[in-house]
């Protein structure tokens, strides 16, 4: 019982490390070079969405400040110790810290969901993609010289030639 | 096997090793630059 | 103007590479100017800056579009940093114009794309250094791992296969190292190194922490190329054009091995890597096999450059075991290599693209005569070599003299017998070299007779300079009875004069790694360190 | 006596010299230009050391620090009198084999002759580095670049024979080098804290005796130049050189280098008391005397004569570090005096065999007979060579074999008394068998 909790409580994460095995998986294991490349693309989203996943708190808003309202803010107050249970803890203080640095006192950090992995995972997004386009570009360039895209035929190609 | 005619090296040859065997003799009569070098190394090492 | 110099350092590249995109379009010599000129600036900013930090003793701290940290994206050139951005930008530079020949003919029509990738590449690492945020490094690691590969995908026909799996397992090791900060994010709520340094020793027995050190040094670990992760490396390197492998080669490896030197001393900090896991043992056993496995790889090598991407695997042993022995005699060595290590790898690739230049092909066999062929080529060859094996007083025996010094002290006898054997190894394979290339007589891969004729053609124009010819005629006049008639040719001027100034720089980092150590390595290295 | 150490560019010049006339060497259009400036550079590295003579006999020191490479170690050059008595051998000899290059390697028509000049300069450079090394370190320095600069020259046929004795040649020297004197040099340092040459060695009060011990073979087989057995067959290995090579570099430079390096590091950095202490001598004595017996016995089967002269020399060579590990005042200066000694006669013999070989193509010994009356300077000086070498009156190397048996007797073992008594009298028998052969063959014919 209690590993079930354990396991319901994180699973977030449960389902960015099975997300992230299945990649590396692919990588490691499969022959062809798309799926190599699917494998790649899986393995580099399931980073973003733990990295998203880290930013979210149960019931926070989008980070808009909500000038003259404070009912969010109480009404949210009680999902407090969600956070915390998701490990954030120290991440929603340090939001609140940055916000209270942008000189808006008045608002509770609480009530807002931490936008930085967010922003930070298109950054991410843009990595990936770019690795995506340079990877199916080769991918295509080997297709090109060898006809095929198996990696076990291109070797043989390779020890025959 | 030789004729008994002398042909000797070529003289840049034949020159310095007459030079070297000539010191070889020398050193024998007047070792002391060498000799001097050496005990007054010995003397560093082994005190006295 | 100085106070603008970090942002000079990277900034310049990272528009070089833009502008350089577009001048291809226009005007087919104009990107390599603008390359050349923009890594320049680059080289001159860092010497500078090394300069400044050397003389005031002061890290500097540059905050990009002003924000503060922690929650701007600060750059800090501190010793260690200062030091890696010199030679990033020197090797980049000296590389790019000893190299401009091949340029010209192995990226025809493509030179805006080339020298745009390039300096973008360069901008990459410049920027890995300088950055004092966790997550802007992963952003900068990615600009150039991605301009790397395709700069290696530019190479032979094989190269798209062999940078396909580069980019696969680059790609893991980046992304490991994403989700290593992602972990530092949780537990700390912040990005930024220094910030993170005050709070990790707050922090040393959590277990998220632990979990964030051991994954970002395992993505660096594969990105650094060490046993059994090695794979993608001898065939990326050897694959690609040797005007990319002249760059990528020296500096891809040491700026990954640097990455982990920050992360290490100046992110998690001395107490918690070495103090608290303390991970000497493992870390030297894995450096150990993977200086045996890249040395004994080498020696079964036909081909050159592959055969100096084995060495590379060895040499990232080196630095990596010297700096767990967590000791400063180590950490020196391994820093100390990072400089070292550069310059003979790139004295060794612009030995490979003069060799390939010569024989047409990059197999040691083709080599024979070379001694003959080209004394002033073959004399700055010998001199890398030698400091590849470790023969004092050229720099690659004074790092050693550190990493083996540290291995000591560390009691690690099991490393210093690696280092030891590795480089009897390295004197073997470089031997057998000299040997080919002394004793063999020159013979081309084209019919005898019209092989001069060939090698100016295949390259265009061949810029024939007075002083080779003088000293073609003295050769043959002076020793007019050596077998038959060789005549002498060697590359020319703007090919050997930069292959020949880096090799003599190895003397000089020889001569003077006591300064190097005293006055840079010293200081970048934390206190805490003994 | 005063005991002064002055500090003076002279032993840096003196290293130098032949070094900055290599740029000359290659450049020059003629011959005899090139040879000019071999000379030009010998006179006045002769003329350098010997003038450091007077100040070193009043016992100073003359030092200088080039630069400093690693924390409280620099390239750091001393001059002392062991390391003088040494420079001024090799650099008075290196003029005598200038001219006999000249007269050898023009006669034969030899390829090449300028990087062989230029390389001879290097290892020149390199062996006077050594005699005037402060510390282990600029001593290594030295002694790797000897090795390398002679690889050139050992193999200057550049054939097949030539290939596979340079890779003897430098699996023998580097191999020791790299895989024993470098570590056994790092632990040094580790222990000690400093690689200086001290009067009575660094490691006393240090290192205990197994380590020591461990030390002191590393460094006895490591400097693999001294051909203490068995790190000895490089040496006849390397005979396939042009004579004037294994002239100087063969019976002088090379092998002398490792004596010294021997004798220093023994009495510099072990130190005299550490290796009575520990008895650490008596082994080396024992791998000393075996040396010199087992080489003098293979020397007498020879036939060809620069292998004879070889394994001559290789037996030599123990008499040097037999008279150090003796420990004794006679001993030592004995061991000392025979780098000197026996250098003028061997490099006599080498250039006897290399004046046989240019005037009549012979290398084999039973194919001389009679030649003493074809050459009757040139055996001559083979016979003072040999008696040199043997240790008869009145040539140099009896001066020095005396010293070495008087410190036999003086350390109390009459083993090693026998020892050199017995590898003379086979000496003897190798030489003058010879000797007597080449004068008298022709006549009963």
Known sequence: MELFSFIVAKADYWAYVILMMVGLYALIAKNNLVKKIVGMTIFQTAIILFYVSIGYKKGATIPILHHGSD?????????????????????????????????????????????????????AIVVGVATLGVALALAMKVYKEYGTLEEDEINQQLRNG | MFENKIDEAPLWCVVPLVITASISVLLFFYPQPFLKLASLAVQTIMGG | MTSNLPALVIIVPLLASLVAAGAGWFNRKAPFYIAVIALLISFISSVLLLAQVVATGVAIEYQMAGWPAPVGIVYVIDHLSAMVLVVITFVAFVNLIGNRQAVETEFKNKEGAFNALYVLFTAGLVGMTATGDAFNLYVLLEIASLSGYALIGLGSSRAPLATLNYLFLGTIGATFYLLGVGYLYIATGSLNMADLATIIPSMMNSSTILFAFIICLTGLLVKMAIFPVHGWLPGAYSESSTVSAGLIAPLTTKVTIYIMVRICLTLFTPEYTFGYIDPTDIMVAIAVASIIFGSLSALAQKDFKRMLSYIIIAEVGYMVGGFFLGNRMGVSGAILHI??????????????GI?????????????????????????????????????????????KWYLISGGIAAGQYLFVGALIFSSLINAVLFFRIFEIALFEPFKSHHHAGDEEDKVESHHGETIVDPGVIESAQQYSGSDSHDHGAIVIKEPPLPMLVPFLGVCVLLLILGLYSGSIVNNIIHFAIPAGII | MSMETILSVKPLFAVLVSLVAIPGIVSSRSQNIREAWTFGAAAIKLLLVLSMLPLVLDGNVLTFTLVQVLPDIGITFKVDAFGLLFAIVASSLWIVTSIYSIGYMRSLNEHSQTRYFSFFAVAISATIGVAFSANLLTLYLFYEMLSLATFPLVTHH?????????????????????????????????????????????????????????????????????????MHSWLPAAMVAPTPVSALLHAVAVVKVGAFSVVRVFTGIVGTTLLSDFGINGIVCVLASITIVVASLIALSQ?????????????????????????????????????????FGKITLFFCAGAIFCATGIKYISKMKGIGRRMPITMTAFLIGSL??????PCGGFISKWYLVLGTVESGNIAFLFVLLGSSFLNAAYFFRFSTMLFSAAKRR
């Not at chain 3, 590849?388 to 720099?395: A, I, K, L, S, Y």
């Not at chain 4, 056994?184 to 290192?207: E, K, R």
């Open chain 4, 388 to 393: 040199s070498v043997v240790g008869f009156p």
């Open chain 3, 355 to 399: 060799f390939i230049w010569k024989t047409g092909d990059e197999k040691q066999s083709s080599l024979k005569g070379l001694y003959a062929k080209m004394p002033f080529t073959m004399a700055g060859f010998t001199l890398a070599a030698l400091s590849v094996v470790g023969v004092p007083p050229t720099c690659g025996f004074f790092s």
């Open chain 4, 158 to 230: 550049q054939d097949k024979e030539a290939r596979s004795s340079g890779r003897k040649y430098l699996f023998y020297i580097l191999g020791g080098s790299i895989g024993l004197v470098l570590p056994a040099m790092m632990i040094t340092y580790h222990f000690t804290g400093t690689l200086d040459f001290a009067a009575q060695g660094v490691m006393a009060g240090h290192i205990n005796s197994g380590l020591a011990l461990l030390l002191t073979v590393m460094f006895l087989f490591g400097f693999a130049k001294v051909g203490i057995m068995p």
């Open chain 3, 339 to 352: 400089v070292n290590d550069a310059a003979m790898t790139l004295a060794l690739f612009m030995a490979a």
């Open chain 1, 71 to 123: 009912h969010g803010g109480e009404a949210l107050a009680a999902h407090g110790a969600h956070a915390a249970a998701h490990g954030t803890q120290e991440v929603a203080e340090q939001a609140a810290h940055a916000v209270a640095h942008a000189g808006e006192a008045a608002v509770k950090a609480m009530d807002y969901i931490n936008p930085l992995p967010h922003v930070l995972m298109l950054t």
């Open chain 4, 303 to 343: 036939d060809e004569l620069k292998r004879r002269l070889a394994f001559s020399t290789i037996g030599q060579l123990s008499y040097i570090v037999l008279g150090i590990a003796l420990l004794t005042k006679s001993g030592m200066t004995g061991g000392m005096l025979h780098i000197a000694m026996h250098a």
